[in-house]
Structures are given as structure tokens and as C-alpha cells.
């Protein structure tokens, strides 16, 4: 009996309202957009648990995109991040904040001098867990009254991403006075 018990459980891992538990064993991904993806990248690498940063495009329709085309606007593609972390040491939920905390989600299509779709602020989710986070934290960050206005924050499902120019990644590593407009914020967002 007890063999079935552990079988079970093993072929059904444990739920919350219908939903798998994410195992907080395995690194997970985190795919945000929220302006210039420099200013993100180099803010985001610095959270306890991130265990690795890309830049790249990604909730667009055009295959294989590149700076160029992205820049334009044309391609329904934002600047992007891709965030893998620990979930023992760093939820998803506390990175969503922490990405509220760091640009300004309640412009549309902004941040800073810099505008146009490719400039939006968006959460592209992976799963339902994700999904339900990311309108649960936008609830309590609108809630909070720390941003003066609404926040218009994309969620939407990850698609596809493309990995951004290699003189993008880590830019502002490799060029310490280049341009940035995100800082973090002293909010606290009902954290």
C-alpha cells in the first residue's frame, strides 16, 4: 500500500487549486519586459538568486529578430530579459516586485527617452502559476498606491524569444557610463 502511496505521488505531484506546485529545486525562467533591456539586465543581475540574464526580443510575430528590425517598432517585439533564478532563494513573486520597483510600469510604451512598443512594459508567462502571480502582484502594486497611476503592464504567454546582439548583453558591464533610465525605487508596492 505504502508503494502505491509513493507511485502516486510521483506520477501526481502535489496541487494547489488545481495547479502543480512548482519544485523550488530546479532554476526556473522568468521572461520581462520594461524599457532599454540594458538598464533591466544590469539591474536584475544583482538580485540574490539570479542565476543568469539575456537580453532579446520577444511578443512579436517577426521570426529571428534582430536590433535593427526591432528598433523600428514594426515588429511587435519587445526589448527583453530573460531571468533564470533559484526559487529558494529568490520567488517569482519577489522578482515581480523587485521589476515593478526598477522601471516605470505605468507608462505605456515608455520609460524614460525612450518610446515606442518595443519599450513596454510586459510579464510573458510560462505557465498558470506564473500567470495568476503576475495579476496577483499587479493587484497589490495598483493597490499600494506607491505608483500614482494605474499600472499598464502587459501579461501575456511567452512565445518565443531571441537572443539580442552579443554587444547588448551585459552593456552596461562593458560600458559603465552607458545609458540607462531604470533605478530601483524605494516603494514598497505592498510587498
Known sequence: MKFIILLLAA??????????MTDSS???TAYLAGGCFWGMEELVRQIPGVLET???YTGGDTPNAVYEQVKTGRTGHAESLKVV???????YRHLLFEFFRMHNPTTRDKQGNDTGTQ??????????EQHRTALDVIKTVDASGDWRAPVV??????????RAEEYHQQYLVKHPAGYTCHYIRRHNLGE
Request: avoid cysteine; aromatic fraction near 20%.
Open 119 to 128: 519599450y513596454r512594459s510586459a510579464i510573458f508567462y510560462l505557465n498558470e
Open 153 to 162: 503592464t502587459e501579461v501575456v504567454p511567452f512565445r518565443e524569444f531571441f
Open 54 to 56: 539575456e537580453v532579446g
Open 85 to 91: 533564478f533559484n526559487p529558494s532563494i529568490l520567488t
Open 26 to 28: 530546479k532554476p526556473q
Open 11 to 20: 506520477l501526481f505531484p502535489f496541487t494547489t487549486n488545481g495547479a502543480a
